[in-house]
Every structure is written in C-alpha cells, then in structure tokens.
C-alpha cells in the first residue's frame, strides 16, 4: 500500500512538474512574441510615417477632413468617414505586410488631446489595451500647423500570441495528455497484475497448508505399518515414504517461497564460519553421488568464512544447486569449488549437463519457469527452485550468475559477501 501511495505520489508530482515546465515555456515564448511584435511594429511604423509623409491622394483627403475645408461636393461628415476608412484600409495592409495580422483601432490626434480621426472599430480603455504612437512628418502636420499624432491601439495581444505558438503549445499538451494516459494504464496494469500474483499465491498456500496434513498422516501411517510388513511388501512402502518425503519438500519449498515474496520475516541470520558447514555438505553430498554412480568432486579453500547467514536456507539453495546439476546429465561429473575472492565468498558448481542457451539465462530464475525440451517429464520439478535460489542468495545480500553452452555443461557462481564487507 505503501509503494502504491508513492508511485501515485510521483506520478502527480511529474505530471505537476511537467505542467509547471511547459506553462514557464509558455511565459517564455509570450515574452518572446512580445518581443517580436515591437520589433515589426517598429518598422511598420516606419513605414507607415513614410508613406504619410508626403502629399497623397490619401493624405490629401484626411488632410481635408481634419482642416473642415469642403473642398469635395460632399459634406464633412461623408468626407470624415471616407477618410476613416480609407486610413483604416491603408493602416491594416502596411500591419498585414510586417506581418501583424490581428484586430486594430486608431486614432488621429494632437498633443493637446484633440481628435481628429477615429477608427471604425473603437476599442474600450482599459488595462489590457496596448497603443503604439507614431508621430506623423510631412504633409499632414503641416495642414493643421500642430504635432499630429497618429496612435495604433491592440486588445488583448495574448490570444494573439497564443495563436502564433499554436504549433508548440498545441503538439505539447497532446505529448503531455498521451504521457499521463500511458501512465495511468501501466499503473493500473501493474496494480492489476499485482493483485492477480496475489490472489494466485494465496491460493496456491492455502492449497499447500491443506496439502501438510494429508500428507503427515500419509507419512506417520506409513511408518507405523513398517514395523509390521515383510520383506516383499516394504520396498514398496518405502516407495510411499520416499514419495511422501518428496512431496513435502515441494510443498515446503512453495511455503518458503511466498514468505520470501510476501517479505514476510522468516531468517535468523547469524555470523558464522561457512566451511565447515560446507565441508559436510559436500560430504553427505558424495555420499549420495557414490550410491547414484555420480562423479563429484569439491575443492574448500583452507581457512574460514566468515558469513552473516540463515544457515538452513542457504544450504537448501546450495543443495538445490547440486541436485539441478545432478539431474540435467545422464552421466552427471559434478564439482563444486570454494574461494575467498575481492572479500566476497565465492561457491561455484560445475557440471556436464545439458547446458542453457542464451535466450533461456534470463528466464530460469523466473517463478514455475521451466527450460522447455522435447520432454519436459524426463526432469521433475515445478520451477520452483532457481527462483528460490535467487531470493535465498539476494536475502544474504549476494549475486548469482550462470555460464553455460549448450550440451558442454553449465557453471553456477553464487557469491555471498564476507562479514563487515558490503556487497
């Protein structure tokens, strides 16, 4: 619950972040528009103080309209509005030819605050209105003997900047949407999943709790009945016992399994000096090799080994180990070797075996993963053990590793820091 709280924690804190990156984007490139926009209002208004600057039919009919001389066989009104709109015409095309292409208002007017001309589309003042003076030259002061002023006003220039960084803005949103999209759904898929391996594992050890009993009175019965049988009757209750015996390390090694998995505290570590143990593990080992018609051989560097171990659990590991490399062989030579190496102890079991191709390293230590073959009941097993070997040999803060080549043989190299040593 947790983790589930801290990956949801994460994923606000970068779609948040992720927000907060494009919107300082966004002021970024506004500030740079703005920039941009002063620049091409600059020299459009340049241009436009030249191209009023001298006389022109242009000039000459705002000249007539802003002086009250009838000069024109129409009325004053009429030639203000033909001003006003032929100023407007002019006005939008020298904006459109630099570029600015956005709704404006104008007005005419002197430095005492006199209007002489005002745009068709008149703006209302208030904050967010921007003006861009020019001071007219030439031809149309002249006609009034006054300064004339000729003011471009913008509304609301935002938008219009907004619509210049569509093409960043709109693309970014979209990467951003699809982002969050992809991250809900592998959460979701994840948590799915997790709650699947949850539920099939606690099926799996209420299955194996409910298998303990059967099988220990299986067990007890068995022995009980020893004592009475005859000699052609108890090979085969041994056969039962031997069967029993199996399956309750089956289903002890699953128990084992979803403890470690669940993180459930099932070690006692202890410092310890490994190689005696190890000694007698490899003895009762050759032992056994020698009733089975194995070659085994093992080779303890002298000295101690000074671990921090689950003594039980890490003979299971090693005893798994062997007994792997006993069974992929039909006439198994097996070695196991023990050295101290860059303060870690390192235990390495070789054998002849059949070998594991490349594609299947990464797979065996997967739970149930099973190395496919042409028949897959030649080797008895469940999957069970390598992952169990794996989380056994990470517990003691170790690494396992395998180097194998199909049919010359596999060499597994399992290496557990020594003690006061960090992995």
């Given at each position: ?73 129409l ?20 904006l ?106 606690e ?8 298998l ?9 019965a ?23 015996e ?26 310890t ?26 080779e ?96 003691h ?27």
């Amino acid at each position: 619950m947790r983790r589930k709280k801290l990956y949801i924690s994460v994923f606000i804190v970068s779609v948040l972040g992720l927000f907060v990156v494009q919107y300082q984007f966004l002021r970024v490139g506004l500030n740079l528009a703005k920039v941009q926009f002063d620049r091409k209002m600059a020299t459009a208004g340049t241009d436009i103080q030249d191209d009023l600057n001298s006389e022109n039919q242009l000039t000459f009919l705002v000249a007539k309209a802003i002086t009250g001389e009838n000069y024109f066989k129409l009325s004053l009104d009429s030639v203000e509005d033909a001003s006003r709109f032929f100023l407007n015409d002019f006005l939008e095309q020298r904006l459109v030819s630099n570029g600015i292409d956005t709704d404006f208002s104008y007005r005419l007017y002197t430095r005492d605050s006199t209007d002489y001309l005002k745009s068709p589309t008149v703006f209302k003042k208030d904050e967010s209105l921007i003006r861009y003076p020019i001071e007219l030259k030439g031809y149309l002061p002249q006609s009034i003997e006054k300064p004339l002023i000729l003011e471009l006003q913008f509304q609301d220039l935002n938008k219009y900047f907004l619509s210049q960084l569509n093409g960043l803005t709109i693309p970014a949103l979209i990467f951003i949407i699809a982002i969050i999209f992809v991250v809900i759904w592998i959460l979701r898929s994840f948590y799915w999943q997790s709650n699947v391996i949850t539920t099939t594992n606690e099926f799996i050890n209420n299955l194996t709790h409910e298998l303990k009993t059967p099988v220990f009175s299986i067990g007890l019965a068995t022995k009980i009945l020893e004592d009475d049988l005859d000699e052609r009757q108890k090979p085969i209750v041994h056969l039962i016992r031997k069967q029993v015996e199996r399956l309750k390390k089956h289903i002890d090694q699953v128990l084992d399994l979803a403890s470690l998995e669940s993180g459930k505290k099932i070690f006692d570590f202890k410092e310890t000096d490994l190689r005696p143990i190890l000694l007698q593990l490899c003895t009762d080992f050759n032992m056994l090799a020698k009733m089975e018609d194995i070659k085994f051989s093992f080779e303890l560097q002298e000295g101690k080994y000074p671990v921090r171990a689950e003594v039980s659990h890490l003979e299971n590991a090693i005893n798994n180990l062997l007994d792997n490399a006993k069974k992929y062989s039909d006439q198994p030579e097996i070695s196991l070797k023990a050295s101290l190496q860059n303060k870690k102890l390192v235990i390495s079991i070789k054998d002849n075996g059949v070998g594991i191709s490349a594609k299947e390293k990464d797979q065996i230590f997967k739970k149930f993963y099973r190395v496919p073959n042409g028949n897959l009941h030649k080797v008895k097993g469940y999957g069970l053990g390598l992952s169990y070997v794996k989380e056994i040999v990470k517990k003691h803060r170790g690494t396992i590793s395998i180097e194998s080549e199909q049919n010359k043989g596999t060499i597994v190299s399992v290496r557990i820091p020594l003690l006061n040593e960090k992995s």
